[in-house]
């Protein structure tokens, strides 16, 4: 099963333009990890937040996290073509061991 | 360092046959982790291993089975395929258990299609 939900389903900007994606989750979490996909290959890791961290910061990337709302944002500033693919995000709850990921986002960015 | 290996890349078989799937990780990573990708029910997670040994098992039937090596190198095999098996079988691995501490390191996957 999903632990939650990623807003919007899918994003379409321009070159330059900044990329906002949200996922929510149901339980308290451990880490809340970031991942990317680009078509029919395998996810690359881009930040991995934990729970007692509000932002983290790589690159062109920016993650914040509430836990109080079970929520977490990846922003993608000045985006390149190159960064269209679908963005997940999972989460690690309790003594678990594996992601369960969010539905996720297709962003394209048109040139 | 070599990424995480997946093979073959594309498979195709019939209903009621077998698959053996392949993954090596990378280097030094002790933890494979397993998950299935569809369309319909997305990213969920198979099993993972460590030290050759299953750790965690999501929520799928008892066709699912996997194995891990004393090299790491890890094994899926689905028995009695059913159409709804298609679907593309990433393999991942990290340093530490599962991805508790660490983020998972992932192959491009094994795209089976079941007909």
């Known amino acids: 099963s999903q632990q939650g939900e990623e807003d919007p389903q899918a994003l379409s900007i321009q070159e330059g333009e900044n990329a906002t994606m949200n996922c929510s989750y149901k339980t308290s979490i451990n880490n809340l990890q970031w991942y990317r996909q680009n078509s029919g290959r395998g996810l690359v890791h881009l930040i991995l937040?934990?729970?007692?961290?509000r932002e983290k910061h790589s690159g062109r990337l920016r993650v914040t996290l509430d836990t109080s709302k079970k929520s977490s944002s990846l922003l993608i500033t000045a985006s390149r073509a190159a960064d269209t693919a679908s963005y997940f995000c999972?989460?690690?709850?309790?003594?678990?061991?594996?992601?369960?990921f969010g539905s996720g986002t297709q962003l394209t960015v048109l040139p | 360092k070599a990424g995480v290996t997946q093979t073959p890349r594309y498979l195709i078989k019939t209903r009621g046959q077998q698959v053996t799937l392949s993954c090596s990780p990378i280097?030094?990573?002790?933890?494979v982790s397993w998950y299935q990708q569809t369309p319909g029910q997305g990213l969920q997670f198979l099993f993972e291993?460590?030290?050759?040994?299953?750790?965690n098992k999501g929520n799928f039937p008892g066709r699912f089975s996997g194995r891990q090596f004393s090299n790491s190198r890890s094994e899926m095999n689905v028995s009695t395929l059913e159409l709804g098996d298609s679907a593309l079988y990433l393999c991942?691995?990290?340093?530490?258990?599962?991805?508790?501490?660490?983020?998972?390191?992932f192959g491009n996957g094994t795209r089976l299609t079941v007909t």
């Open positions: 280097s030094g990573h002790r933890s």
């Open positions: 991942a691995s990290s340093t530490g258990p599962g991805a508790n501490d660490s983020p998972l390191h």
């Open positions: 937040i934990r729970s007692n961290e």
């Open positions: 999972a989460t690690v709850s309790g003594s678990a061991r594996q992601l369960t």
């Open positions: 291993y460590f030290s050759e040994t299953q750790r």
